[in-house]
């Protein structure tokens, strides 16, 4: 039983690169998230899905996409990378089934925009 | 909106000191109340939680009562190690929706 597993670890991008940030679950969970986590600002959602074939905007989507491949996979995409973009991007999954909604994270993505 | 609000850090402690981490929510709905934790270079994990007023949530030696009338769910340990020293994020999930804190870090120096 993996839980949440993310790749790649590390990546570095120069400006204007494209790259899409895989994340598995094992766990049959029905929603999944992405954050991003900058130094000083803690967890900051980009998207979730609530269930499979469902997307939602966070509090900061602009400049990414999503895609809930199926039940256990959830990409974050970079379609024109930003330095402002470089963070620890973190991928989330959670049974959302009612009030307790414990999250399971992965080890995260370090991204560098150059 | 739902909001949850930590002491601000960091916080440095020697070994075996008290430690307490305050943290206050605000919520339309009734939520479930977490702590989770994050050591150097990995992702949050669930630390303990407390699901209705009055419950304690407890592991490791950490503890925390969800305190309705203030609104509170503060962490505590009455003795700290160097194994503690990470980030801890208090979090609240209402309706299928989680919010965290900003995290506070903490430094056990021996």
């Known amino acids: 039983n993996a839980g949440v597993t993310q790749t790649p670890k590390f990546q570095v991008l120069k400006t204007g690169q494209s790259m899409t940030l895989q994340c598995a679950q094992d766990?049959?969970?029905?929603?999944m998230y992405w954050y991003r986590q900058d130094p000083g600002m803690g967890l900051r959602l980009i998207y979730y899905s609530a269930s499979e074939g469902t997307t939602d905007k966070g509090e900061v989507p602009n400049g990414y996409n999503v895609s809930r491949l199926n039940k256990r996979e959830f990409s974050l995409r970079l379609e024109s990378a930003a330095p402002s973009q470089t963070s620890v991007y973190f991928c989330?999954?959670?049974?959302?089934?009612?009030?307790?909604?414990?999250?399971?994270f992965g080890p995260g993505t370090r991204l560098t925009v150059l | 909106g739902d909001s949850v609000t930590q002491m601000e850090g960091p916080v440095t402690l020697s070994e075996e000191a008290f430690l307490t981490i305050n943290c206050t929510y605000t919520a339309t709905g009734y939520p479930s109340l977490f702590w989770y934790v994050q050591y150097p270079g990995e992702g949050l994990q669930l630390l303990l939680k407390?699901?209705?007023?009055?419950d304690k949530g407890s592991n490791k030696g950490f503890e925390a009562t969800y305190r309705k009338e203030t609104t509170s769910f503060h962490l505590e340990k009455g003795s700290v190690q160097v194994s503690d020293s990470a980030v801890y994020f208090c979090a609240l999930s209402d309706r299928g929706k989680s919010t965290f804190g900003d995290g506070t870090t903490l430094t056990v120096k021996p």
């Open positions: 766990m049959n969970h029905n929603s």
């Open positions: 407390a699901t209705k007023a009055d």
């Open positions: 989330a999954s959670s049974a959302a089934s009612g009030r307790v909604d414990t999250q399971y």
